[in-house]
């Protein structure tokens, strides 16, 4: 059998390689670089101290006296004060008990006397709520005051001319009623018939609405649409002849 030679064994192998160094590239520099460390240098040299560089030295004439560190008096204050300083005249005596007090001189105490000895009323007031707030009783809505007006109880003028108006229509209407009642045109509707007639009407109108209830909820064509919108109509028109026929209790109507 023939030897197996490893390739990594050599004899070129066991000769010391000498190592070969990447040269590094050089450090990158802005060109800016000069610019902006001059400006920096600037700016922390205007406030390298904490004041001006140069301070005035105080002089020596110029030293702190006695008392001149003191709050003084405002010059109102201090001439009030050298008044009162200078002031040796003394205050009049007590009066005496026996003596007669000075008439016709008038004190800031005068306006007791002026003033008038009833109390005043207290306005009444309403409390409203739990906390206390309350509001004059005035206000609050539960004083009558309507029944002090001068037309409390009266009719009120647009009623009247409403009234007015009706009995107008009426009369107007009864007029007519009698002219075509007289030309035999026109038939009285007995209480049977009004009420027969009031009966078929609610009928029509009780299946028109149970046709209206069973209605798709969609309605996506127009035939649906147009109808509901007929149904409607017809339900509309049907409740007032209802409305009409239940107001008024006597009817006419056309013979032919």
Not at 45 to 50: F, G, I, P, Q, S
Request: aromatic share 6%; proline share 7%.
């Amino acid at each position: 059998m023939s030897e197996v030679v490893h390739p990594r064994e050599s004899v070129y192998n066991l000769i010391p390689k000498e190592k070969v160094e990447i040269p590094k590239p050089p450090r990158y520099m802005s060109k800016f670089r000069p610019v902006v460390a001059l400006e920096k240098k600037l700016s922390k040299d205007a406030m390298r101290t904490m004041g001006p560089a140069k301070v005035e030295v105080p002089s020596t004439d110029k030293y702190l006296k006695k008392h001149s560190a003191e709050a003084k008096l405002s010059e109102k204050a201090q001439s009030f004060k050298e008044v009162r300083a200078s002031c040796t005249a003394k205050k009049p005596p007590v009066p005496l008990r026996t003596e007669m007090p000075p008439m016709g001189i008038h004190t800031k105490k005068d306006f007791i006397k002026t003033a008038t000895l009833v109390p005043m009323k207290p306005k009444p007031i309403c409390v409203d709520t739990n906390k206390g707030h309350k509001q004059r009783l005035e206000n609050s809505g539960l004083v009558p005051k309507y029944i002090k007006k001068r037309d409390y109880g009266e009719v009120p003028e647009y009623l009247q001319q409403r009234n007015q108006e009706e009995q107008r229509a009426q009369e107007a209407y009864d007029n007519y009623v009698r002219e075509q009642k007289e030309r035999g045109a026109m038939k009285y509707l007995s209480d049977e018939e009004r009420q027969a007639i009031l009966e078929g009407l609610k009928k029509n109108w009780d299946e028109l609405l149970h046709e209206y209830q069973g209605l798709s909820l969609v309605t996506d064509s127009l035939s649906k649409k147009a109808h509901k919108e007929r149904l409607e109509v017809a339900m509309k028109q049907l409740e007032n002849d209802i409305n009409l026929i239940e107001r008024f209790k006597t009817i006419y109507i056309p013979k032919n």
